[in-house]
DNA sequence: CACCAGGCTCGGC
DNA sequence: GCCGAGCATGGT
């Protein structure tokens, strides 16, 4: 970090753990820079922000930049502490409810961000049969080869590509971001946002059955890629995106029931709950085994 | 070094 | 409408 930088002091009260947002796996980008200092990338600005204290953190913003970008990135006037209080109360009506609040304890401090529609399409199209750290890797390829560099106190850093610049990408390069045979699909959403086939703009303000629709007419992009998108970026809260991951808590964890659409109107962040915590079951799983 | 990955498309019932 | 094979490549 070099002298001179802007770094604004920040209060938060409600959840709010960096480590395990940039690990929840919505967000493929975001990372733990240096002992303690986390990077989120939207749009053509970074942050850096690192915790102090139980509510307070550092962040290499300026005021307005937090009031104005990141507080509404990291969700932040929504009460998130109060969601999972409702959590508590909708698991005492099943038997397997330790399930549910045990994954709302655990989860405790992820948010779901609002992310830029374009990256997260393309994201979560790549995302398809991969493992988190090669969709890391691709998107980092996607960014290196065609984003713009911005620079930061904390280094330069590349920003996700604009339509406009990925649509210049020739096949071959593309290919050239192991996107293995997604690379056809990245293409065709590409070319359907560029030319205003799937007008990602217009669905911010689209009821949650059209923003589906609309994205499902992209190749390579089906029910949970679209959900994903429709959760994460146009943050339809009352949406869960089912994977394999998902699903198997269903199947294993609450009777073959999908609780999420009884939970209503924030099943997404249950659903991330609840994914994050599967996922770590079985990582120590791998590390006692 | 097999194995499987935040799924989807396509063809066959 | 449901079901299963096939998909390219990388991380473990």
Redesign the pocket.
């Known amino acids: 970090m070099e002298s001179g930088e802007v770094l604004t002091v920040i209060k938060i009260r409600d959840d709010f753990d960096l480590a395990k947002i940039a690990d929840?796996?919505?967000c493929f980008r975001a990372a733990e820079i240096q002992d303690g200092w986390f990077r989120f990338i939207t749009s053509r600005q970074a942050i850096h922000i690192k915790k102090i204290d139980a509510e307070t953190f550092q962040a290499s913003c300026s005021a307005q930049e937090w009031e104005g970008i990141w507080k509404n990135y990291f969700d932040l006037g929504e009460n998130y502490s109060a969601i999972r209080e409702e959590i508590f109360r909708f698991s005492e009506k099943f038997s397997f409810g330790e399930k549910l609040s045990e994954a709302a304890e655990v989860g405790k401090g992820i948010r779901i961000l609002r992310q830029e529609p374009f990256e997260t399409l393309i994201s979560?199209i790549v995302?398809?049969?991969?493992?988190?750290?090669?969709?890391r890797?691709s998107i980092e390829l996607i960014c290196e080869k065609f984003g713009e560099t911005i620079r930061t106190d904390f280094g330069d850093v590349k920003i996700f590509p604009t339509v406009a610049a990925l649509s210049k990408a020739t096949t071959l390069e593309l290919?050239a971001c192991?996107l293995?045979?997604r690379g056809a699909y990245v293409r065709d959403a590409i070319e359907k946002v560029q030319e205003r086939i799937v007008r990602l703009d217009d669905l911010q303000v689209a009821p949650d059955d059209q923003i589906i629709a609309e994205l499902?007419f992209i190749?390579?992009?089906?029910?949970?890629?679209?959900n994903?998108v429709a959760l994460y970026a146009y943050h339809r809260m009352n949406l869960a995106?089912?994977?394999?991951?998902?699903q198997r808590a269903i199947d294993e964890d609450f009777g073959g029931r999908n609780i999420f659409a009884e939970f209503g109107a924030n099943a997404g962040i249950l659903?991330?709950y609840i994914?994050f915590n599967k996922r770590l079951g079985e990582k120590i799983f791998?590390l006692t085994d």
């Open positions: 929840s796996g919505q979560f995302s398809q049969r991969k493992t988190i750290p090669a969709i890797k290919s192991a293995g045979y499902k190749k390579g992009v089906g029910e949970k890629i679209a994903c995106p089912v994977d394999v991951w998902i659903q991330q994914f791998e």
